[in-house]
T-cell receptor, first 119, second 113 residues
Framework: QAQLVQSGSELKKPGASVKVSCKASGYNIVNNAIHWVRQAPGQGLEWMGWINTNTGNPTYAQGFTGRFVFSLDTSVSTAYLQISSLTAEDTALYYCARAAGGTYYLDYWGQGTLATVSS | DIVMTQSPDSLAVSLGERATINCKSSQSVLYSSNNKNYLAWYQQKPGQPPKLLIYWASTRASGVPDRFSGSGSGTDFTLTISSLQAEDVAVYYC?????????FGQGTKVEMK
């Protein structure tokens, strides 16, 4: 049974950086892309982009370029999301999710990581 | 970008009654080479991550009760809950994985009347 376990909640000050981890188990991480989805408080799901876990190549949605970086460490079956120069608008739940069949619909989701940006 | 528009934004349904949610994409998500609609539905309950309900527009994910069904093709899709149960109170999202950016609908909140 595939499982994605994310790192715990983060409280950061404006201007700081945060790195969220997403550890995959129960399958080989290189076989399925990892997608990242943001959910602002009380809002819907917003697709941020994905990382090809075979090549390490990331793809970012518009609005998630520059300050957002997707990375991967296949030796520990973990994907990462790093956000720099945090502002209050980055306060949200961040989910990682596995793409079925390598690159299709999202069949397994992490539990979410709440990042709060506050002075 | 493909825009996904759900309707209604919310609906209240009595226990045991039918709930219908519509999702319209701004362009077709039907991939002609394999005749598959790259459209999925997710259910999100409060405090939980989204859960896959339906993929390829009409295939139920493992363990999903058969009161949930998906239909449609091309640009118009429907999620139907045939007999609403208390545990179905949630927000439902459609999602296209046909092309990047892989957009979600805005969500439909289903409540008990």
């Amino acid at each position: 049974q595939a499982q994605l376990v994310q790192s715990g909640s983060e409280l950061k000050k404006p201007g700081a950086s945060v790195k969220v981890s997403c550890k995959a188990s129960g399958y080989n991480i290189v076989n399925n892309a990892i997608h990242w989805v943001r959910q602002a408080p009380g809002q819907g799901l917003e697709w941020m982009g994905w990382i090809n876990t075979n090549t390490g190549n990331p793809t970012y949605a518009q609005g998630f370029t520059g300050r957002f970086v997707f990375s991967l460490d296949t030796s520990v079956s973990t994907a990462y999301l790093q956000i720099s120069s945090l502002t209050a608008e980055d306060t949200a739940l961040y989910y990682c999710a596995r793409a079925a069949g390598g690159t299709y619909y999202l069949d397994y989701w992490g539990q979410g990581t709440l990042a709060t940006v506050s002075s | 970008d493909i825009v996904m528009t759900q309707s209604p934004d919310s609906l209240a349904v009595s226990l045991g009654e039918r709930a219908t949610i519509n999702c319209k994409s701004s362009q077709s998500v039907l991939y002609s080479s394999n005749n598959k609609n790259y459209l999925a539905w997710y259910q999100q309950k409060p405090g939980q991550p989204p859960k896959l309900l339906i993929y390829w527009a009409s295939t139920r994910a493992s363990g999903v009760p058969d009161r949930f069904s998906g239909s449609g093709s091309g640009t118009d899709f429907t999620l139907t809950i045939s007999s609403l149960q208390a545990e179905d109170v949630a927000v439902y999202y459609c999602h296209q994985h046909y092309s990047d950016p892989r957009t979600f609908g805005q969500g439909t909140k289903v409540e008990m009347k």
